[in-house]
Each structure stands twice: as C-alpha cells, then as structure tokens.
C-alpha cells in the first residue's frame, strides 16, 4: 500500500503561506491541492463538517486536541499514520480524529 507520504497524500504547505490566512482558505487550499489538512486546531473540523453538509469533496483531514500534541510523544503520531496507511481506504469518511489508546 505505501506510506501517505509514497502516495503523494501529505506535502507541505509552505509556512509563508500559512502565517495570517483564515482557516477556510487554507482548508480550501489544501483540498485543491488533494492535500491531507493535519492540524491540532479544534476550529478546523467544523470547516471539514459544512464542506460535507455543502457536498463539497477533500481528501481527509486529520485532527487531534493540542493537549495530545504537548504530552505525547512524535513517535505515538508516528504510528497513528502508519496505521492509518494500513488501511485500505483510510479516508472513507475524510475526517479523522486522533485519540489516545
């Protein structure tokens, strides 16, 4: 199957287009680029729910609350994506929310 990163699912958005631009334009950005939106943001998943209520399509988006991201480790993340690449089709429902075990 590959990783998400051999699939071409995850790139970077350059940190200069980021700094000052509303989350809409950037979840926007990301979904016309097939870009998979990884964010601690709790803002960003109520974008992700009216794009579906709108029957607008996004590759996934991948959430997770900031207090995970200051206690656990990068290597808990690190394998959270690599279980998600087991997955046939990891974006079925294109929002995915990281929680601990």
């Known amino acids: 199957m590959g990783s998400f990163y051999e699939r071409g699912m995850f790139k970077e958005l350059s940190t200069p287009f980021l700094n000052g631009h509303w989350d809409s334009v950037l979840f926007s950005y990301a979904a016309e680029q097939q870009r998979v939106f990884v964010t601690n943001d709790n803002r960003i998943p109520a974008t992700g729910e009216r794009w579906l209520e709108q029957g607008k399509t996004f590759t996934g988006l991948i959430v997770w609350e900031l ?24 974006f079925l429902y294109p929002i995915r929310h990281f929680n601990p075990d």
């Open 67 to 90: 207090e995970l991201h200051r206690r656990l480790s990068e290597g808990w993340f690190i394998k959270k994506f690599e279980e998600l690449a087991e997955e046939d089709d990891p």
